[in-house]
């Protein structure tokens, strides 16, 4: 019963997925089968958490669209700035069912789930809108915990968690908190899929508005630093959506990409330049510039431990402009783009011209915004 968005080419992609190399946390054995396999769309319950985020909505209406009974948990005020009202997100949202409830808090997380119908399937799209140190421990780890053990508790069959590539080679606290939730997911209780995908498309539009105002693309290091294949909300909550059904994706870890070769921050400064039909102006930086701000925010941030936060984002900051969003090969000690697999149909070039046409409208950063950019609030 699994649905498929992008008919035969995805189920191509699939196959190829299937036999890439997996990365060594794949090795598990597989659940022979999911208890509710048998059951047909309309008869299984999904909750999804993180419901009213970036990649959560699109997994929503994905599980609507392939008729899922699906439950879309939110908080009283949702989204970038907290904006949404309950009523805006069931608007948005119509064919789920909403819930409110707290999932910082263990009880009112079980609570919700005892007052319906017990899910079959958890998928968790949750993740600290700042990745802030502190948020993301009790975002990325501490709710995906209380998230966890409501569905044992409650019985659900399987966990779909959205995490990142990026902590493959982890050295930010967020990508540790991740990590140490995966490590529990795995413990058992229900079966899992641990969705690892590359960069998505806003985090790539960050200079757009930048091109667009006749400013120049910058870069640091040669450009040819930070590659990745990045991947559309759409596809991303298509691959989502089938975790909850396909079995060969029970008890995986799943990095995944969107279709394509691998881009280089020069490959994505081409595709936007020619999407608003401007010249070429680039401006290469040395990544040493980010490494003395850190540098003097972590001294600074010993009297002021207020500033340990900010030193963190510079962080994150580097690590986006320096390291890629494709498979890691421990052995070669190099990223590995023909290992990260594909999947879907929207390309980077076919988003950017889109931009270039109507507009930023759905990718804005929020408080993930580094340096201000795109930030959309
Ligand atoms: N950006 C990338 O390129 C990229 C690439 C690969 C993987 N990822 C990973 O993908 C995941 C999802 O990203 P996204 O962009 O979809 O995230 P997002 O738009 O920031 O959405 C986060 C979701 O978590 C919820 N949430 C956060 N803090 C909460 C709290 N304290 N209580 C209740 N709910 C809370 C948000 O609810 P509200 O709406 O109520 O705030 C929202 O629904 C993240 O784990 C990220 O690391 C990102």
Wanted: aromatic share 8%; proline share 5%.
């Amino acid at each position: 019963m699994t649905s498929t968005r992008h008919g035969t080419r995805r189920s191509l992609l699939s196959l190829a997925t299937a036999g890439a190399a997996p990365p060594p946390a794949s090795r598990e054995p597989h659940a022979a089968k999911l208890s509710y396999a048998d059951l047909s769309p309309a008869e299984v319950r999904v909750a999804v958490l993180g419901a009213t985020g970036y990649i959560g909505r699109f997994v929503v209406l994905e599980l609507v669209k392939r008729g899922f009974q699906v439950l879309a948990v939110t908080r009283p005020s949702s989204g970038i700035g907290s904006k949404q009202k309950v009523s805006d997100v069931e608007k948005a949202l119509e064919g789920a069912t909403v819930a409110v409830a707290d999932v910082t808090d263990p009880a009112d997380l079980e609570r919700c789930f005892s007052e319906h119908p017990a899910p079959h399937a958890v998928v968790s799209c949750l993740a600290s809108r700042t990745g802030g140190i502190a948020d993301s421990w009790a975002v990325d780890h501490d709710a995906n915990v209380n998230a966890l053990r409501a569905a044992r508790a409650v019985g659900a069959a399987h966990f779909v968690l959205l995490s990142a590539i990026c902590v493959q080679r982890p050295s930010l606290e967020f990508q540790r908190a991740k990590l140490a939730f995966e490590a529990k997911l795995r413990e058992g209780g229900t079966s899992w899929s641990i969705v690892r995908p590359t960069a998505f498309f806003k985090s790539l539009a960050g200079q757009v508005e930048l091109v667009a105002t006749g400013k120049p693309y910058v870069w640091f290091g040669d450009g040819r630093l930070a590659a990745c294949k990045p991947i559309s909300e759409a596809d991303l909550a298509s691959y989502i959506a089938d975790c909850v059904t396909d079995e060969a994706r029970v008890n995986r870890v799943l990095p995944i990409g969107g279709p394509g070769r691998a881009l280089t921050p020069r490959d994505q400064a081409q595709l936007l330049f020619k999407a608003f039909g401007k010249k070429e102006w680039t401006l290469g930086l040395p990544v040493g510039i980010m490494d003395g701000v850190i540098g003097i925010l972590d001294l600074l941030a010993k009297p002021f431990p207020g500033l340990k936060e900010a030193a963190e984002f510079g962080r994150i900051g580097r690590y986006y402009a320096t390291e890629s969003m494709l498979v890691w090969d421990e052995k070669e000690g190099r990223y590995d783009a023909d290992a990260t697999p594909e999947y879907g149909s929207d390309t980077l070039e076919a988003f950017f011209n889109r931009v270039a046409r109507e507009g930023l409208a759905g990718q804005e950063l929020g408080d993930q915004a580094v340096f201000n950019i795109n930030r959309g609030t």
